[in-house]
């Protein structure tokens, strides 16, 4: 099975247009668009289809993210950020246009995200992120992308994954979390792609 996107090829950098945040000083909210991903080859018992993508380069310590005169050193350890989970893709689903599933960043988060009929799509990591903010606190479903911190000196990287499973639909519910996702998926999944994009916000880190 084979995930490209028209918007970025894997192992470069992804397009601002496409992330949450985007280079200023030090940084600016961007399009937060959801890529162009198209993919081809699933198995012949394919029933339907899951999308994750996860940024596994996320500092453990927020010590000194986005701060003044300090930089996220490269060998922090990293945990994982989820910023896009859907299942029950249906198996005649074949392509997600750009900006089909997110066109916009919505404050506290969108209710209803836009994907294939059918599908239900789960939380991302940004509603830890912004708990307690006044302005920005909310559950965030669907695809809400790239703003890693503007001073980490480590690139990002993005796992878009999808799996093909055999079955036309896992028993999730929306809002559902990866770890919930991964428990419905055992045994179901007959194949999977992966597809890696770049970002960083800070113009001393190459893409």
């Given at each position: 099975?084979?995930?490209?996107?028209?918007?970025?090829?894997?192992?470069?950098?992804?397009?601002?247009?496409?992330?949450?945040?985007?280079?200023?000083?030090?940084?600016?909210?961007?399009?937060?668009?959801?890529?162009?991903?198209?993919?081809?080859?699933?198995?012949?018992?394919?029933?339907s289809f899951v999308l994750t993508c996860v940024d596994p380069d996320v500092p453990s310590s927020g010590d000194d993210v986005n701060k003044e005169g300090r930089t996220v050193p490269a060998d922090l350890p990293r945990v994982d950020f989820v910023h896009w989970l859907m299942a029950n893709i249906p198996a005649e689903c074949g392509e997600l246009a750009a900006g089909a599933c997110s066109d916009e960043i919505t404050p506290r988060g969108k209710r209803e995200p836009f994907g294939p009929p059918g599908s239900v799509q789960g939380v991302n990591d940004y509603t830890g992120w912004f708990a307690g903010d006044p302005e920005m606190d909310g559950e965030y479903l669907g695809y809400d992308g790239p703003c890693p911190p503007w001073n980490d000196s480590l690139l990002h990287h993005y796992h878009f994954k999808l799996y093909a499973l055999d079955v036309a639909s896992l028993r999730l519910v929306k809002g559902f979390s990866l770890i919930e996702l991964r428990a419905a998926m055992v045994g179901h999944v007959l194949d999977e792609a992966e597809l890696i994009g770049t970002y960083s916000l800070n113009p001393a880190v190459s893409g």
């Open positions: 099975m084979q995930l490209r996107s028209d918007n970025f090829e894997n192992g470069r950098p992804i397009p601002a247009e496409f992330a949450f945040g985007k280079q200023a000083r030090p940084f600016a909210l961007s399009d937060n668009r959801s890529p162009h991903l198209a993919w081809k080859e699933a198995p012949s018992a394919t029933r």
